[in-house]
């Protein structure tokens, strides 16, 4: 990494830091067997950032703590199995759930990666980090279990934030890419799900107005297809739950994010076309593609995945995340929390 892609990546984290710094916010960290946990939630509390708090069973914590030469005192640590509670949040698991019974919903919750999805669910944290541990389809599992989704969403999704160096003129410039991590072939109601919570993410991580762009093969029907059609149904069914969002297509990427470009492809008037900032791609294989080529050939910062569509906020970690990765992915989340203003 550039000694400016660091600096870049440097600015836009701390723009996000002095956003919850003040805010006494918590994130529940539940694979505190991992060393990478502890040293990633040091800094965490050393830095002012947020409340961390770390589970997991107490000789596997301290055994990790012991490994990265932290000293836990200070520090939250919560084993789920003796927690008083754990029966509180079982009950509250079973909730009107007629196929499992409070024995069966207290085993459950007594994994750590439930029990912090419960710990948020309940309020008694924030937001929850994981991922480091655990498979991203057990992050996925546990959030909609616990925290369950947004209202009108049913389809958990994943978005990157793009930084680009220099773009049209301006400096760092930030997207949001999705989905590019989770949703293979979405349908039309599932490709609207994902507009509908990336343009929530960007709401909350974006200092512009988030203008979401449907991106295709095709523009304004310049091009046929099955795909274009389905880019075209999930438009329609965004419009119809979320009025309010500016959203458009199907472009093209071209049409989506140079203003003299659209001028010539789209005639008739767009609060989106040519001026987009979050990018809605058909398929994982564009989505992936894209936000790749954009990190290298463009040497821009490519931050995420991060899952999006759940009620409160659950992020997934890379297995091969590092502790900068954890720390950063903590402050990204903790910025999605609404402020009581």
């Known amino acids: 990494m550039t000694k400016e892609n660091a600096a870049a990546k440097q600015s836009i984290i701390e723009i996000f830091t002095d956003k919850i710094k003040g805010r006494n916010l918590s994130v529940v960290l539940p694979e505190g067997r991992d060393p990478r946990i502890i040293e ?78 419960m710990m948020v669910k309940a309020g008694d944290a924030d937001v929850m980090v994981a991922g480091a541990a655990s498979a991203t389809a057990t992050v996925i599992q546990a959030g909609s279990l616990t925290v369950g989704l947004a ?68 523009t304004r029907g310049s091009a046929a297809g099955p795909s274009a059609e389905k880019v075209l149904d999930a438009l329609r069914i965004v419009r119809e739950k979320a009025p309010q969002l500016a959203v458009d297509g199907e472009f093209q990427a071209d049409s989506a994010i140079i203003a003299r470009v659209a001028a010539k492809k789209v005639k008739d008037e767009s609060a989106v076309a040519g001026q987009a900032n979050v990018l ?21 910062k490519a931050i995420g995945p991060f899952l999006q569509g759940f009620a409160k906020p659950i992020a997934d970690l890379s297995r091969g995340a590092s502790v900068s990765d954890i720390v950063t992915t903590s402050i990204i989340t903790l910025a999605l929390v609404p402020s009581a203003d």
């Open 40 to 117: 990633a939630a040091h800094q965490i509390k050393e830095a002012g950032i947020a409340v961390p708090i770390i589970l997991g069973k107490s000789e596997q914590v301290e055994a990790a703590a012991q490994e990265a030469g932290i000293d836990l005192a200070g520090m939250t640590v919560i084993d789920p199995r003796d927690s008083d509670r754990l029966d509180d949040y079982a009950a509250m698991y079973v909730g009107d759930r007629e196929d499992i019974s409070q024995g069966v919903a207290r085993r459950m919750v007594s994994k750590a990666v439930f029990f912090g999805g």
């Open 151 to 218: 209202s009108g969403i049913d389809t958990v999704s994943s978005y990157f934030l793009m930084i680009i160096p220099e773009f049209q003129g301006e400096t760092d410039k930030p997207f949001i890419y999705a989905d590019c991590a989770v949703n293979i072939d979405p349908t039309a109601e599932q490709l609207a799900d994902i507009a509908m919570a990336s343009g929530q993410s960007a709401k909350c991580l974006l200092t512009d107005t988030p203008r979401v762009a449907m991106l295709s093969y095709s």
């Open 280 to 300: 809605i791609f058909p398929d994982l294989d564009a989505g992936n593609i894209a936000y790749k080529l954009t990190q290298y050939m463009a040497n821009a």
